[in-house]
Nanobody, 120 residues
Framework: QVQLVEAGGGMVQPGGSLRLSCAAS????????MGWYRQAPGKQRDLVAT???????NYADSVKGRFTISRDNAKNTVYLQMNSLKPEDTAVYYC??????????????WGQGTQVTVSS
């Protein structure tokens, strides 16, 4: 059993900042990639950013230069620093891990989601 607990969402004015965190716990053998996705009302869930165990990052074009993803491997935690937030960043943000069990089976786990609202 693996749990992902997200924190840090909320409401902020345009131009403001928020920092999301997601801590994974439970029967984790190894984690490859960790990431953040978001889903706005009436839209599909889209990639925001990912980071591999080696620290290689990938960002959606819409957030490049404003968002920074990082991870603490010792704590099995991934972060998303969001700066210069825009109203179009409003969405439910979900964290995601791509992991392997001790017998080599690959799993994808999702967090419960945290609401980010950017509004004046």
């Amino acid at each position: 059993q693996v749990q992902l607990v997200e924190a840090g969402g909320g409401m902020v004015q345009p131009g403001g900042s928020l920092r999301l965190s997601c801590a994974a716990s439970g029967s984790i053998f190894s984690i490859n990639a960790m990431g953040w996705y978001r889903q706005a009302p009436g839209k599909q869930r889209d990639l925001v950013a990912t980071i591999t165990s080696a620290g290689r990052t990938n960002y959606a074009d819409s957030v490049k230069g404003r968002f920074t993803i990082s991870r603490d491997n010792a704590k099995n935690t991934v972060y998303l620093q969001m700066n210069s937030l825009k109203p179009e960043d409003t969405a439910v943000y979900y964290c995601n891990i791509d992991r392997k069990s001790d017998n080599g089976v690959r799993y994808i786990n999702w967090g419960q989601g945290t609401q980010v609202t950017v509004s004046s």
